[in-house]
C-alpha cells in the first residue's frame, strides 16, 4: 500500500502593519507615516501592487512657464483616494520584490484587517489598470482583472464613453499679475487643496477651478512667520543645518493642512508669491501656529490680515506667557505694576499739537500721549525754523489735528489707559502714553482715519506700543487709500497768519476799526497769560492779537524764569485768576466785543463771551478774582460788574476775604458829586443808550442798533443762515413785491440777511433795505427769496434816527465833505446816543463819544461841516442851542470848512431862516 503524499503547506497570512496616510501622490502611489514605539515618525512611499494609475500634471521646472498636462483621469483617480485616505489611520502590507527599489503592497481602510481592500475600490471604480504582462499569477491577482473587468463592462471610469478631454484639468501654473488677481477676489474664501509644505508659514495649494482653471500659488501665511529652512548652494534644503523648532513647525502644519480641503483668502501679493489667510475645519491654522510657539507674529505682514488680527496677537500672548518653544526664553517688558496713574477719568482742558492732551482729574492736570502715534511734522526740505515761527500754523495739518482735537475734547470727560512709558531721551521727559476714549471712540484710531497723524513703525521685538497697535495700523491704511490729510497728494493747507503779538504796526488802523464796526467777533483762545491777558486766534481775519479784559483789574500770576529773566512770585490770587480763566475759555470757541487798544497800540481791550454767553469781566469779579477798574463806569457792562463785584464783597470771596465794608457817611463822602450844573434847565432829559452806528445816509441821516441787541441779532443772522443751509431756496421762485420783506443775500459776503422790499423795477432789479443794517442794495430778484414766517416777527434792529439842531450846507461839495466827516466820526463805532426830540415820529438825537465825552454834533460844527440850526425852539434845549452856535460861531472866526471864504449863508439865509 502506497503511503499518501503530505499535504501542502499553506502560506502564512501576510503581515499587516497599522499607519496614517499622510499624502496622495498619485492614484497607485502615497506616503505613510508610520507610528513607532519611540523615536519620530517614520514615513515611507507605498506603491499599490499590480496596478498602474494615470500620471498626473507636473509643475514646471527651470523657470518654463508650461508643465505636463494630466493623463485623462489621473486627477480623479488621485481624489478618490485624498478624500478616502489622508489622515486615516490604515492596515497595510509592503514588500519590496528583488532588484527593486521601490516597496509595493495594498491599504485596508477600517479597525481591522478584513476592512475594505482600498486597490480593490479604485479598480472597482475604473481609475487605474491592472497590470497583466510579466505578473505572477495569483488568486490575489485574478481577483484583480475580475474587479477590471466588471468596471470595463459598467462603463466606469477609464472604460466611459465620455471624451477625454474633459477629464484633463486646464491648470495656471504662474499667475502673470498676482496683484490684479488679489484685487479681483479680494474678500472672498476660495476653496483650495494645500499641495506642499514648504515650512511652517509658507506651502503651495491648488485653487479650485474658477471657470475651470486650477491655479497654482505659493502661499505665505499673513501677519505670521515660522522658522524656515537653510538652502544650500543649490537652493536646496540643507539638511546638516539644524533650525530650531522648524521641522516641528512644519510638522504641525502637514499634519493639519496637508491634501486637506482648505478655505484661502488672498490679503496682498510679494512678487510672485500670495499672502493671505488658510481657513480649515478647526479655524485658522496660523493662530495654532501662534498659540503653539511655532510662529511669531511680524508687522510688515499683519497689516494685510482682514480678519481676526486680535486673535493672532492674542494666541501670540499666549504663547509668550506659558514659555512655549520660540519663547522659551522670552522676557515680558518692564512691568508698570509700580506706575501710578494707570487709569485716568477727567476732563480734557488743553491740547498739544496733535499728540498729546492735558487731563484734569480732580484737582491734577496730567500730560496724557496718544500711544503709537505722532502728529504731523515738517518735511526734510521744508525751510528751518526761525525764532517767530510757530509750527501749529507752519506745519501742514498741524493746525487741522489741533483743531479736530480741539472741538472734539475739550471740556470732554474720557478714559485713558496707560499702555507704556516712553523712557526720556534726545533732552526730552519720559512720556507716559494712554489710549484715550471719548466713550467707545478711541481718539487716536479717530485721528488716524482722517489722515492727522501717523502710525510709529515698530521693531519686531519693540513691544511698547499700544494694545490696539493693528486697528491703528488699519486706520492709516484707510486714511492713506482715500488720500485724507496727510496722504493728501493736492489741496495742502497752509495758515498764513498775520501775527499781531509780534508786529503791532497793524492794529490801529488795519485790524481796529472793522473789529469796531462788528457787534462780536468770532476768535479762539490760544494761551492764557493771566487772568484778564490773553492771546486770541481770528479765524475770520487770520491773526493773533493779545487781547485784555476790559472793565476789571486783576492780579499778577507767577511768571517763570524766561530769557535770563529772573522768576517772579505771583500776587495774592493772581494764579487762581490765571487758573479761572484757563478752566472757562482755554482753546475755547470765544466771541469778543473789541473796544479799543491800549497806550501803546500792542493789545486790544474789550469783552470776552463764552459760549454759553458769559461775560468773562464779569464771571472773574463775582468769583472775587479781579476788582472793577474806573473804565468801565463809561461801558454798558458797568452795572453787572458792580452788582458783581457787590456780591463778591458780600460773600468776602478771594481778594474780598478781609473786605471792611465801610460806614455809610464814609462813604458818600466818596461819592462823586451829581448834582447838576445849574446852567443845564433841569427838565431836559439826558439818558444815554449805547448804540453802534451801522450806516450814514446822504441827508445826514443814519441807522444804529442797540449795543445790548447784538447777542440776539447773532443769533437771529446764525438762525437764518441755517435754516437757508437745511432747505436751499430755489433761485427765481419769490417773486418780490413793494413793502415785502423778505431774505437778500448781501453781495459782499453772499449771506442771508432780513431785508425790506423798497422798489421792483423793470428788468428783474429790486431796491431793497436791510432792515438790521440800514444799508441799501440793488440786487437781481434773484439774489432774494422768501423769508420764513419766524423770522418775521423780530422787528428791525436798526433804527434811523437824525442828529439833532445840525444843517447841512446846501452847496453839493459842502454836503458831501459833510456827511464823509460825520461817517467818518460814528461810523460802526459805539457810541452813547441821547433823543432830543421828536417830530413826526422821527427822532432827533445828540451822539457822544463815551471816551471822550465829545458832542459829535457840536464838533461836526466846531470844524466848519455843518450848521447850527438856529430855528428850533424849545426852552429844554436852550444851553446845547447856546453851546452849538458858540462853536459856529468859532468856525466862522477861524474860517474853517464851509466858512474858509466868509460866511456862505448869506446866499441862502432866507432858506434857512437865518437873520442878515
Not at 492674542?314 to 508698570?336: F, G, I, S, V
Amino acid at each position: 500500500m502506497s503511503t499518501p503524499a503530505p499535504a501542502a503547506t499553506p502560506a502564512p497570512p501576510p503581515v499587516l502593519k497599522k499607519g496614517i496616510v499622510k499624502q496622495i501622490l498619485s492614484g497607485d502611489s502615497v506616503i505613510l507615516r508610520d507610528k513607532p514605539v519611540n523615536g519620530p515618525p517614520r514615513e515611507k512611499q507605498l506603491n499599490f501592487a499590480g496596478v498602474v494609475a494615470p500620471k498626473l500634471a507636473r509643475r514646471p521646472t527651470n523657470g518654463s512657464s508650461d508643465g505636463s498636462k494630466d493623463q485623462p483621469y489621473a486627477w480623479e483617480a488621485r481624489e478618490y483616494l485624498r478624500q478616502r485616505l489622508v489622515g486615516q489611520e490604515v492596515w497595510f502590507y509592503s514588500e519590496k520584490p528583488p532588484n527593486a527599489n521601490r516597496e509595493y503592497g495594498y491599504i485596508k481602510l477600517g479597525k481591522d484587517v478584513n476592512s475594505e481592500n482600498i486597490v480593490e475600490s479604485i479598480i472597482s471604480e475604473g481609475l487605474v489598470t491592472v497590470r497583466r504582462d510579466g505578473v505572477r499569477q495569483t488568486p490575489e491577482h485574478t481577483r484583480l482583472i475580475e474587479l477590471e473587468d466588471a468596471a470595463r463592462k459598467a462603463r466606469k471610469g477609464l472604460w466611459s464613453d465620455a471624451p477625454e478631454s474633459e477629464h484633463v484639468r486646464n491648470i495656471t501654473w504662474n499667475i502673470e499679475n498676482p496683484k490684479q488677481f488679489v484685487d479681483q477676489h479680494a474678500g472672498q474664501l476660495i476653496k483650495g487643496i494645500i499641495e506642499h509644505v514648504r515650512d511652517g508659514s509658507t506651502v503651495r495649494a491648488f485653487l479650485m477651478p474658477s471657470r475651470g482653471v486650477y491655479q497654482h500659488i505659493t502661499l505665505m501665511m499673513s501677519g505670521i512667520r515660522c522658522p524656515g529652512f537653510k538652502l544650500d548652494a543649490d537652493g536646496k534644503p540643507d539638511n546638516t543645518t539644524e533650525v530650531p523648532f522648524a521641522d516641528e513647525a512644519r510638522f504641525h502644519v502637514e499634519c493639519r493642512l496637508l491634501q486637506r480641503d482648505v478655505k484661502i483668502r488672498l490679503e496682498s501679493n510679494s512678487n510672485t508669491n500670495f499672502l493671505g489667510t488658510i481657513l480649515h475645519q478647526d479655524g485658522n491654522i496660523a493662530e495654532s501656529l501662534l498659540r503653539n510657539g511655532f510662529a511669531k507674529c511680524v508687522e510688515w505682514s499683519i497689516p494685510y490680515v482682514k480678519e481676526g488680527i486680535e486673535r493672532l496677537r492674542a494666541a501670540e500672548r499666549e504663547a509668550k506667557n506659558q514659555r512655549l518653544r520660540l519663547w522659551k526664553d522670552y522676557k515680558p517688558p518692564a512691568a508698570l505694576a509700580n506706575t501710578k496713574d494707570k487709569e485716568l477719568i477727567g476732563t480734557v482742558v488743553e491740547v498739544f499739537n496733535g499728540d498729546a492732551v492735558a487731563v484734569k482729574v480732580g484737582t491734577v492736570t496730567k500730560k496724557v500721549f496718544f500711544s503709537s502715534i505722532r502728529p504731523p511734522r515738517p518735511k526734510e526740505d521744508d525751510p528751518p525754523r526761525t525764532k517767530n515761527s510757530r509750527p501749529l500754523y507752519d506745519i501742514p495739518w498741524m493746525f487741522e489735528a489741533r483743531e479736530f482735537l480741539r472741538k472734539k475734547l475739550i471740556g470732554k470727560k474720557v478714559t485713558c489707559t496707560l499702555d507704556y512709558v516712553a523712557p526720556a531721551r534726545d533732552n526730552y521727559p519720559e512720556k507716559f502714553c494712554y489710549t484715550v476714549r471719548l466713550g467707545d471712540l478711541n481718539v487716536a484710531e479717530a485721528m488716524l482715519e482722517k489722515g492727522l497723524a501717523t502710525v510709529i513703525n515698530y521693531r519686531q521685538d519693540d513691544e511698547q506700543r499700544s494694545p490696539e497697535y493693528d486697528k491703528l495700523r488699519a486706520a492709516q491704511e484707510q486714511a492713506i487709500k482715500g488720500l485724507k490729510g496727510l496722504h493728501a497728494k493736492k489741496d495742502i493747507p497752509a495758515h498764513r497768519i498775520n501775527d499781531l503779538t509780534t508786529d503791532h504796526s497793524r492794529i490801529k488802523h488795519h485790524y481796529l476799526p472793522s473789529w469796531q464796526r462788528a457787534l462780536r467777533t468770532e476768535a479762539i483762545v490760544e494761551f492764557v497769560a493771566s487772568g484778564s491777558r490773553l492771546r486770541l486766534y481770528c479765524p475770520k481775519e487770520s491773526c493773533l492779537v493779545t487781547f485784555l479784559l476790559a472793565g476789571i483789574s486783576c492780579r499778577r500770576s507767577a511768571r517763570p524764569a524766561i530769557g535770563g529773566a529772573p522768576a517772579q512770585e505771583g500776587e495774592p490770587f493772581g494764579d487762581e485768576a490765571l487758573q479761572f480763566t484757563r478752566e472757562r475759555v482755554l482753546q475755547r470757541d470765544v466771541s469778543v466785543k473789541i473796544d479799543t487798544t491800549d497806550k501803546q497800540a500792542t493789545s486790544v481791550i474789550g469783552w470776552l463771551f463764552t459760549d454759553n454767553n458769559v461775560n468773562l469781566s464779569v464771571a472773574l469779579v463775582e468769583e472775587g478774582l479781579a476788582e472793577v477798574h474806573f473804565t468801565a463806569e463809561k461801558s454798558e457792562y458797568f452795572r453787572s460788574l458792580k452788582d458783581a463785584e457787590n456780591r463778591a464783597k458780600a460773600r468776602r470771596k478771594n481778594i474780598w476775604k478781609d473786605f471792611v465794608e465801610k460806614p455809610v457817611e464814609e462813604e458818600n463822602k466818596d461819592e462823586i458829586d451829581d448834582t447838576p450844573d445849574v446852567s443845564t434847565p433841569a427838565d431836559r432829559k439826558v439818558k444815554y443808550e449805547s448804540v453802534v452806528v451801522t450806516e450814514v445816509t446822504p441827508e445826514l441821516h443814519f441807522y444804529a442798533q442797540h449795543t445790548e441787541q447784538g447777542a440776539k441779532l447773532e443769533e437771529l443772522m446764525t438762525k437764518l443762515r441755517q435754516e437757508f443751509k437745511a432747505m436751499p431756496p430755489v433761485t427765481g421762485a419769490y417773486a418780490p413785491k413793494r413793502g415785502d420783506l423778505c431774505a437778500a443775500k448781501f453781495s459782499e459776503d453772499d449771506e442771508w440777511y432780513r431785508a425790506k422790499v423798497e422798489k421792483v423795477e423793470k428788468g428783474g432789479n429790486v431796491s431793497i433795505l436791510y432792515v438790521d443794517y440800514g444799508n441799501r442794495e440793488n440786487v437781481p430778484s434773484t439774489r432774494l427769496a422768501m423769508l420764513p414766517p419766524t423770522f418775521l416777527s423780530e422787528k428791525p434792529y436798526a433804527h434811523e434816527y437824525v442828529p439833532a439842531l445840525l444843517v447841512l450846507p446846501t452847496d453839493t461839495d459842502d454836503r458831501n465833505e459833510a456827511v464823509k466827516a460825520f461817517s467818518q466820526d460814528v461810523l460802526n463805532r459805539t457810541l452813547n446816543m441821547n433823543i432830543e426830540y421828536r417830530i413826526t415820529g422821527t427822532e432827533y438825537v445828540t451822539l457822544v463819544d463815551p471816551s471822550t465825552k465829545a458832542d459829535v454834533g457840536e464838533d461836526l460844527i466846531a470844524d466848519g461841516y455843518v450848521i447850527a440850526d438856529k430855528n428850533k425852539k424849545d426852552r429844554r434845549l436852550t444851553k446845547l442851542i447856546a453851546d452849538y452856535k458858540e462853536a459856529e460861531q468859532k468856525a466862522r472866526k477861524h474860517h474853517k470848512g464851509i466858512w474858509q471864504y466868509g460866511d456862505s449863508t448869506e446866499d441862502q439865509a432866507g432858506e434857512f431862516g437865518l437873520s442878515r
